[in-house]
Nanobody
Framework: VQLQASGGGLVQAGDSLRLSCAAS????????MGWFRQAPGKEREFVAR????????YYSDSVKGRFTISRDRAKNMVYLQMTSLKFGDTAVYYC???????????????????WGQGTLVTVSS
């Protein structure tokens, strides 16, 4: 499995940005695709995930209502639409793929078997 994240950049607080993740290397039936982020000096944290089959999303409380995760099965793409960006959203964002989610804590990334290289999102206040 290969994942390639893109779309990061420098934006101002309140702006919107869409991240993309190109997935390849296999079919992703039954997979769960996720986005994590890591801010400078902080641990990596869960942002959102979506089921490949049904597009069912799940969000962290910190982004719920502002971010939208989606997938395009025909294009093998996963997206993270981010709106109302805040300074605290500044981080490197990673896309990841899991065969299934078994752990209870969304921040526990042990289920994810593949990771993209990360794309930097910088939000200026």
């Amino acid at each position: 499995v290969q994942l390639q994240a893109s779309g990061g950049g420098l934006v101002q607080a309140g702006d919107s940005l869409r991240l993309s993740c190109a997935a390849s290397g296999r079919t992703f039936t039954n997979y769960v695709m996720g986005w994590f982020r890591q801010a400078p000096g902080k641990e990596r944290e869960f942002v959102a995930r979506v089921t490949w089959n049904y597009g069912t999303p799940y969000y962290s409380d910190s982004v719920k209502g502002r971010f939208t995760i989606s997938r395009d099965r025909a294009k093998n793409m996963v997206y993270l639409q981010m709106t109302s960006l805040k300074f605290g959203d500044t981080a490197v964002y990673y896309c990841a793929a899991a065969r299934s989610i078994r752990v209870y804590d969304p921040n526990d990334s042990r289920d994810y078997i593949a990771w993209g290289q990360g794309t930097l999102v910088t939000v200026s206040s």
